[in-house]
């Protein structure tokens, strides 16, 4: 089931602000981005490929997974093998920017390294 409206309309002007925290001077290094598919929302970094820069490469930072029977979010981290894990503590939260402020922080150290 999709996010409702108003909610994905207050995911993405989040996401809008923290995607545009990158500093303008290495935008063309690095940018953030985000997709939202269905009741998901990938974060997503996005550099310059090494060999060509014409291409880019993305690495998944974190996923946000609405729950419509909850009307919550729950936030996962990616492993090194591409699998996704509950963040303990940020099961089922009423608002995302809870979760999206936990990511900013990265207190473990688990999201940005």
């Not at 089931?1 to 309309?9: K, R, S």
């Not at 974190?62 to 503590?89: C, E, I, M, T």
Request: net charge positive; glycine share 4%.
């Amino acid at each position: 089931m999709p996010i409702p409206e108003l909610e994905q309309a207050k995911v993405t002007r989040l996401l809008d602000a923290f995607c545009q925290k990158v500093p303008e001077a290495i935008r063309q290094q690095l940018e953030y981005v985000y997709r939202i598919e269905r009741s998901t929302v990938l974060l997503l970094e996005r550099r310059p490929h090494f060999r060509n820069a014409a291409r880019h490469t993305e690495h998944s930072i974190a996923k946000f997974v609405y729950s419509p029977k909850v009307g919550g979010w729950s936030l996962r981290w990616r492993d090194r093998n591409a699998k996704w894990h509950q963040y303990d503590g940020f099961e089922n939260r009423p608002h995302f920017r809870d979760l999206l402020r936990e990511v900013e922080d990265d207190p473990t150290a688990i999201f940005f390294g």
